[in-house]
C-alpha cells in the first residue's frame, strides 16, 4: 500500500477551506497518482498523468475519477511554469475567468513539496 501525502491549499472566494490529498501510484503505469482536491462544495478525485510539453515548465492531465463541480468536464490540463506560479495555466472555466483555480494550487503544490 503506497502512503497518502495530504495538505492544505490557499483559501479562495468559492472555498474558504481547500485541501489535498494525494497516493502515488508505485506500479509501471503512466498515471503518477490519485490527487483529490477537497472543497467547500465538493471532493473530486482525480488521477494525474504528466506530458511533455515545449515549453519550460511542466504539464499534466488531471481525469475526473469522480463527478465535481463541472460535470460537462471530464478532465483538465493543467501547465506549471519553471519561471514561477504567475506562468500557470489550466483549461478548467475558473482559471479562464479569474486565472487562477485549485487545480492549479494542488498540482503547484504536489510539484513544490516534491511528490511529484
Given amino acids: 500500500m ?11 472566494k468559492s472555498s474558504k477551506h481547500s485541501a489535498i490529498q494525494w497516493r502515488p501510484v508505485t506500479d509501471d503505469t503512466h498515471v503518477a497518482g490519485v490527487l483529490t482536491i477537497h472543497t467547500d462544495r465538493a471532493s473530486v478525485a482525480y488521477t494525474v498523468s504528466e506530458f511533455p510539453t ?8 488531471l481525469a475526473k475519477e469522480t463527478a465535481g463541480t463541472e ?9 506549471c511554469a519553471a519561471a514561477g506560479p504567475w506562468g500557470d495555466t ?4 475558473g482559471f479562464t475567468y479569474k486565472a487562477t483555480c485549485k487545480h492549479v494550487d494542488a498540482v503547484r503544490a ?6 511529484l
Fill in 2 to 12: 503506497s502512503a497518502t501525502f495530504t495538505g492544505v491549499l490557499p483559501a479562495r
Fill in 54 to 61: 515545449d515549453w519550460p515548465g511542466r504539464g499534466f492531465l
Fill in 71 to 79: 460535470p460537462e468536464s471530464e478532465r483538465y490540463s493543467v501547465f
Fill in 110 to 115: 504536489l510539484v513544490g513539496n516534491a511528490w
Fill in 90 to 93: 489550466c483549461d478548467c472555466k
